[in-house]
């Protein structure tokens, strides 16, 4: 099993900044990738951003690409969401999420609440 837990979430105003950490415990040996999700009332869930364990090769959703970035230390099974230029409609419940290697087994966070206000 693996246990994520999100922490840094918080009240900011529009164009600050804010960065996210996700906390990997148990097998961490089993992660092959990590992910950041976000869901906003009375929305889906939406795919924000991914990493590589090993490699380190990231993915962005469109509407993020070129404010936010992800990053991991693996040894330290850690992974950041650095957000900046933020915009009320990044306001959402924010969740790390791991892939497991060889299966579609995924693992999830409890979330951290992030709201941007104008």
């Known amino acids: 099993q693996v246990q994520l837990v999100e922490s840094g979430g918080g009240l900011v105003q529009a164009g600050g900044s804010l960065r996210l950490s996700c906390a990997a415990s148990?097998?961490?040996?089993?992660?092959?990738?990590m992910n950041w999700f976000r869901q906003a009332p009375g929305k889906e869930r939406e795919f924000v951003a991914a990493?590589?364990?090993?490699?380190?090769?990231?993915y962005y959703a469109d509407s993020v690409k070129g404010r936010f970035t992800i990053s991991r230390d693996s040894a330290k099974s850690t992974m950041w969401l650095e957000m900046n230029t933020l915009k009320p409609e990044d306001t959402a419940l924010y969740y790390c999420?791991?892939?497991?290697?060889?299966?579609?087994?995924?693992?999830w966070g409890q979330g951290t609440q992030v709201t941007v206000s104008s």
């Open positions: 990493i590589n364990w090993s490699g380190g090769n990231t």
């Open positions: 148990g097998r961490t040996f089993i992660i092959s990738g």
């Open positions: 999420n791991a892939e497991v290697f060889g299966t579609s087994q995924r693992y």
